[in-house]
């Protein structure tokens, strides 16, 4: 029997150790530019490329390491990329210069990307079909709470006893998500060992390529809005700098919660869950731009936020693992990318409306509209699925 907590089997909360650990390592560093900046001598732009190059490492590395490791046990494959990232956050720690810095940052990037995508494919294998997406959810969850207790004690410990103090607390971490991986998770019945022809192949179907638009789109309005939501706080709605951090906290909170309900509901129904998660999110968006103007609705609005962004994160990448079904580790992976070229290119997009005449007033009705070019790819593909189930069913009665 397998040992289970809550209902669910414990070696997902292995996974979710290591997502922890991950989502930490991600983000802390906006709270050090700081301090590794003047450590390593440079500026703080330089600095926070340290931020891009990870992005970049994700988006790259999680179709690319999946799809050269695609014969690989899914349990091995997990194992060696945590390792990766525990040998990238050791060279984090001990890197002697920028140039050092960056490539261990892009190393945990490629460790990063690759270990989402299979992960939530392996996750998806220790239950029930009908618990699937709460499987990928409570994974997800370790990101969730990286943002709440991670990243915030990660700052800490890096302002309190240096920057490299955090990377050495993150190596821990990792040593211990791979020890629990190894003891846990056991070896998935559905091995990956067609190789990268197979997983390629996935990559063929419209619906996976739909889903990865999904995402893009969906998700990008997120990071239109909320990469800039420090600004928005200070100089729109009038809160002090000092209460962004507890604001902050209570987007997280959003997060786990949005998670959570996320995965539950896509378990009952899988595109309706997509297509009202990403129309809610355009609404929350939406209130945003009417709620920047007063503190008490502005709260309640980052709240949403953080729920209507995490809700989307399971059905999404579930839509992707169904749609390639057989051959889904590549395919989850590139959804993996697409939520970070979402994040990318939403930054992007936010910073050329501040600097545009709409200005920071505008963000939240453009990242509505973003999210909505999401959801009218959702009901585009959820329309295809209604085409080609009638057709099927009449090949299959024929036959």
């Avoid at 600095?47 to 988006?59: D, K, N, S």
């Avoid at 995402?215 to 939501?229: D, S």
């Avoid at 297509?275 to 945003?288: H, K, P, Q, T």
């Avoid at 590549?330 to 990318?337: E, G, P, R, Y």
Wanted: net charge positive; charged share 10%.
């Amino acid at each position: 029997m397998v040992p289970q907590y809550s209902g669910l089997p414990i070696a997902l909360y292995a996974l979710t150790a290591t997502a922890f650990g991950i989502g930490t390592t991600e983000f802390v560093i906006m709270g050090l530019l700081l301090e590794v900046g003047r450590d390593l001598e440079v500026s703080i732009s330089a600095a926070g490329l340290l931020i891009t190059g990870y992005a970049l490492g994700v988006v790259v590395g999680a179709p690319l390491l999946t799809a050269l490791t695609a014969g690989l046990p899914r349990k091995q494959l997990l194992l060696g990329l945590t390792a990766l990232f525990t040998f990238g956050n050791l060279c984090c720690a001990i890197a002697p210069d920028y140039w050092m810095l960056m490539s261990a940052r892009i190393m945990t990037a490629f460790a990063h990307g690759a270990f989402f995508g299979v992960g939530a494919v392996v996750a998806t294998s220790l239950v029930q079909k009908e618990k699937q997406a709460t499987a990928i959810a409570v994974m997800f969850t370790g990101a969730t709470l990286a943002n709440i207790l991670g990243v915030p004690l990660g700052t800490y410990i890096g302002q309190a006893f240096g920057w490299r103090a955090t990377f050495w607390a993150v190596t821990g971490i990792a040593i211990v998500a791979f020890i629990a991986t190894a003891l846990l998770v056991p070896e998935t019945k559905q091995e990956s060992r067609q190789g990268v022809r197979a997983e390629l192949g996935a990559l063929k179907r419209k619906q996976v390529w739909l889903g990865l638009a999904m995402t893009i789109l969906g998700y990008g309005g997120v990071f239109t809005a909320f990469t800039y939501i420090a600004p928005i706080l200070t100089r729109v709605t009038g809160f002090a700098e000092t209460s962004v951090g507890p604001l902050l906290i209570l987007f997280g909170a959003g997060l786990i919660l949005g998670n959570l309900v996320g995965g539950r509901l896509a378990d009952r129904r899988l595109m309706p869950t997509v297509v009202g998660s990403l129309g809610f999110l355009a609404i929350v968006l939406a209130f945003l731009s009417i709620a920047q103007h007063q503190t008490i609705l502005m709260a309640v609005a980052v709240f949403l936020l953080g729920a209507a962004a995490f809700g989307t994160v399971p059905p999404l990448q579930m839509r992707v693992l169904k749609s390639a079904e057989g051959a889904p580790s590549l395919a989850s992976a590139a959804n993996i990318a697409a939520f970070n070229v979402g994040n990318a290119g939403g930054a992007a997009l936010g910073g050329f409306v501040i600097e545009s005449f709409l200005g920071l007033h505008a963000l939240g009705w453009v990242a509505a509209l973003v999210t909505l070019s999401g959801l009218a790819v959702a009901l585009w593909s959820w329309r295809l699925d209604r085409l080609t189930r009638p057709a099927a069913a009449s090949c299959m009665a024929r036959t």
